[in-house]
């Protein structure tokens, strides 16, 4: 049974899930018309860029993640910003935008010069994310026990970031059973998503590695958090 806490703590993350988005101005550039590979880059890089700022407003709204040592904050921005913009640019896929960035979104991505071997499971993944039929309490919740990844690199007090999502799987694993009743194993399929993201986020490495070998440039924040 979700306790009169567990609810405030769930509405607190999901009103800054809502509330912390791309500016609308900064998305519909993905409508423009070039679309060179170097422009996909150039856009995508602009989309990730802001992304990133998103998400560091976002992580400060996680009751309890201002408390934790500073630079575990930074060691757990650092190490889950590719999976939460997975996740993030998985639900313009499965949202099916009005705003039609669904489909430049998916061609810019195919021809940035990602090679095929990250493109193929790349989509499998937005579309297993798109076949769970997240509501959003669930999109922000799963994001948030993402970002309180104990095991990432440097981070020096793990117990106390367990912690911290322990509390969060715990209202996640609540909320999955009152919303797929049907469902019983949506909370262990939803946490089957988090492994895909990290094998994800390993290629990405990769591909970052094969943009810098074709002398692509990156913004001095993404050089920050992706350590390139
Ligand atoms: C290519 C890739 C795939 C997955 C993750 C990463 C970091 C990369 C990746 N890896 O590198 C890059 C750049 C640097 C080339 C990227 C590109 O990342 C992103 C990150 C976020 C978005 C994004 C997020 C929310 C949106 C909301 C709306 C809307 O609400 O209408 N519309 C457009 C949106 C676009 C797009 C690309």
Known sequence: EI????????????????RHQIPQDVAKKLLQDQYSAEENFLLLTEMATSQVQVLVEFTKNI????????????ALLKGSAVEA????SAQVFSRKMPS?????????????????EFITPMFNFYKSIGELHMVQEEQALLTTVTILTPDRP????QQAVERL??????????????????????FARL???LTELRTLSHYHTEMLASWRMN????????????DV
């Not at 039609?100 to 095929?116: C, F, N």
């Not at 440097?154 to 007090?157: A, I, P, Q, R």
Request: hydrophobic share 35%; charged share 30%.
């Open 100 to 116: 039609g960035h669904t489909e430049v979104l998916e061609e810019r991505i195919r021809k940035s010069g990602i090679s095929e």
């Open 215 to 226: 002398d692509h440039k990156f913004t001095p924040l993404l050089c920050e958090i992706w």
């Open 63 to 74: 009751p309890g993640f201002l408390s934790l040592d500073r630079e575990d904050q930074i």
């Open 85 to 88: 913009m997975f996740l993030r």
């Open 191 to 193: 946490l089957g998503r």
């Open 154 to 157: 440097y981070v020096k007090d």
């Open 3 to 18: 306790t009169k806490e567990q609810q405030a703590l769930m509405k607190i993350i999901t009103d800054a899930y809502n």
């Open 165 to 186: 999502q322990e509390t969060m799987l715990d209202v996640l694993r609540k909320l999955c059973v009152l919303q797929h009743p049907q469902e019983p194993q949506y």
